[in-house]
Each structure stands twice: as structure tokens, then as C-alpha cells.
């Protein structure tokens, strides 16, 4: 058993500040007031202790009540990424048959139309109806469910449980240090496990999360600048905007700026260069939905010593490469630890998480002499754009589903901007314009998801199984 989070970090530092938004802060002892009335609130719907409901909103204040307000009421929260289109939002609701969905109200045009739709301003403006607030939660009580794409082309809900939070932010603590006056800076999406994953360290820790709804390159270089952060989580390409901004404006990192955690795929050693000589100490690393945050990082001290590592695996963590016999040997990545989803939810609520214990990545890295992580591909076909994980088999199916489409391909290629973006080659039975195939895909994809080009040939690469060779479709460019 735990205490409940919020509950308890209201009793031990209630007038220490844990939420920040422009000029507005709130103590923790406010917000646990805040989440008591909001679950309240949400009982006066019949949405009560153990079920499940959607959540789609901005990165601002509401949504931080709500999620708290839900905590409160031990409900199972499904996250929605407001990027969706409204095709995939649609799929994900249904696979996890929620009971309600909590809808802020400049997102509602994104979804059907939906009798379970509850939005913020209904829900705040509500009755009360008391219920008792639980001060301990098992271990094994889900609280977030994420969906992640996949080589099926289905995502899959991954279930993220109290233990799975719990053990990731104190394994984190006992890697990247801990102060009294940390304030973490949150700019990534509260519904990516990096930014909800933060929240989970206010309560846990005490600190502040600064929140902004959007990220901005500008602002966040002066509060690095200025001391006002302690910590911040970004993406290569995020990193890559703050750090041209602190260069055109002859700005360095304050000291009190202890950690840029940068996840979401590889980093240029140029960018870790040009961080140095501005004082800002990156640590990468490595991590996933399935594994609720960090599995490996790198810790400063050796971040030029071991510069493209993702460093070593957590205090609670093991990882080992599947079929290696020495260092260096390359792999498929296996994690095991207490941050390790139990499993899925939906149509995939049968599928093993992991085997024996370990969870197969499906990436390929290998084990210094040392033991430091080096990741070689995020998955052999996975584009990774801007931190967002595109996997070809969504594009292709969405491709596919065109009656003029005989066979579809997708790869990533490189980009100045964004890392990665996805191409699409394209088989079709009848002839149709590129134009039409891509307002077709606009309809049913994320934008970020959207092919760059699409490309029209006679055949695609294929093996002697028939299986298809994305990686030939780099050569075909």
C-alpha cells in the first residue's frame, strides 16, 4: 500500500507551492482542496472508484485539477493526445470503453458527438455529492492509461499502476538528486507519460512544476536563464530551439538550472556540444509508455565522457541485451523492473507484456564495457518526429484503406527541423494524385503523422516470406 499522493504531500508541506501558470500559483494544500471538489463533483455524474474515463484538454491548470480531482476519486484516466485526429481519438475511446469523457471545452470539436462527454465547465459547475476519499491506494490500482502505437497498426493502451509511478519518480530522484527548492519546468504534454510523469514527481518530491500550455523557445531560455527552473524535460528538437536562442541572445544557464532530461529519440553530439559551453547540463535518456518514464540515464558527470550513451539503467531497473555474450554485442532491449507496465487494456487487454519478467523493447542498442546503454534504433522502423513516435504501420494502414490503393510503404527520413519525417511509397490500382491521397490521410492522421511525399511505384521491396523491407525504401529515395 501507498498513501494517497496528494493527500499526503498536502499533510507534509501544505504551504509549499505546487503548481505555477503565468502570474497563478497554487500551495499543495489548495490543490488538494481543489481535487476534493472535483471529485465531488464527478460523483454527482456517477463516476465513482474504479472506473475508467477519457481525458482530453490543454496543458493548463484545469486539466492538472481534473487529473487530481480523478486521483482522488481513484478513477482509471485514459489520455488523450488532443494532436489525434478525430478517427484515432474515436478508436481509442471505444478500446477503452470509458464510462465518461472529461472534455475541455476548446477541445471539443475534435471528438463525436458523444452521450459520455462530460465537459470541464458542466462538471465545475456541478453539485457536490460527498464521497469518502481513500488515504491509501494498492500498489497494483492503475492510474493512467496511455495509448502507443505499434507494428500492428493498432494502438495499444499500455496500464501505468501506482507502483509503476511510484518506483520511476523515486529512481529518478536517486539519479538526477533532489532539492528543496526544485522547480521543474513542464512544457511537454501532460498526456505524454514526460509530462504526466512530472506531476507524479510534484507530489512524490514536494516541488513546483512550472507549467506552460505550449512550448516556447524564448521564454523558457530566460527562465533557464534566469534561475527561476531547476529542471526541465525536452525533446532534441526543443533543445536544439533553446539553445539558438541563448546563442543569438548571448545568454548561459544559471546555476540553480541543474538537469535538461532529454528523451525521445537520438541526439546530435553537436547539440550536446553547444549545450556545454552555455552551462546547461543535459542528461539523456531513455525510456518508454511501457516503462512509465526513464529506464536509463545519463547522469552529468558523464555526459561528455560517454557522450550518445543513454546512460545506465535506475536504481530499481535491470536491463540486458537479448542474446549478447559480451560488451558491445548488439541486441534487442530488455527491461525489467517495477516500472514495467503489468499489461493492456482493449484489444489487447491478452497480450503479455513481457516475458519472463523482461520487457522486449523491440529496440536495438548494446552494453558498454562499462555498462552504459547505447542506443542504436528506436525500433528498426520507427520515425521518430519531434519526440512523437510515428510508426509506419498506422500510415500504411490508413493508405490502404483507399480503394485505389493496391500496397503502401513508409519510411523516415531526415530532417533539419524535426529529426525525422514519414515518406510514403505508394502501389495503386487506379490512378490518383497525390494530392487526394494526402487530403485522405489528413482526415484519419495526426498531422505529424501525414507523409511528407508520397512517392508512386510499380512494386514494393519485399523479402521471400513477402514481408516487407521498409529499409529498402531508403534506397529507392
Known sequence: MQPNWLAQRSYLTPNRIGLSFDEQQWTFQELHQEAICMAEKLATFHVNHGDRVAILAPSRPELIMM?????????????LNGRLSEHELQYQIEDADVKAILVHEQELHKLQADARILTFNTVLTAERTPINIAQE?????????????????????????????????????LNLGLKEDDVWLCTVPIFHISGFSILIRSLLYGMTVRLYEKFGAAKCANE????????????????????TYMEEHKLVAHPNFTTMLLGGGPVPVDY????????????????????????ATLSNEDAMRKIGSAGKPLFFNHIKIEGATKPGEEGEICIRGPH?????????????????????????GYLDEEG???VIDRRSDLIISGGENIYPAEIENILMAHPNVKEAGVCGIDDDVWGQVPVAFVVVKQPISEESLLDFCQERLASYKLPKNIKFIDTLPRNGSNKLLRRKLKDIL
Open 372 to 374: 552504459y546503454l547505447y
Open 340 to 364: 514495467v507496465t503489468p499489461g493492456y487494456i482493449g484489444k489487447f487487454a491478452e497480450r503479455a507484456a513481457t516475458e519472463d519478467g523482461w520487457l522486449k523493447t523491440g529496440d536495438i
Open 137 to 173: 491506494w494498492d500498489d497494483t490500482t492503475t492510474i493512467s492509461i496511455m495509448y502507443t502505437s505499434g507494428t500492428t497498426g493498432f494502438p495499444k493502451g499500455v496500464r501505468q499502476t501506482v507502483q509503476n509511478h511510484s518506483s520511476s519518480a523515486i529512481s529518478s530522484a
Open 67 to 79: 487529473i487530481y480531482g480523478c486521483m482522488h476519486a481513484q478513477l482509471e484516466m485514459v489520455f
Open 224 to 243: 533557464i536563464a534566469q534561475g527561476s527552473v531547476t529542471k526541465m524535460s525536452v525533446v532534441a528538437v526543443m533543445l536544439e530551439r533553446i539553445l
Open 272 to 295: 550536446l556540444k553547444r549545450a556545454a559551453i552555455l552551462n546547461l547540463r543535459v542528461a539523456q535518456t531513455y525510456g518508454m509508455t511501457e516503462t512509465s518514464s526513464q529506464t
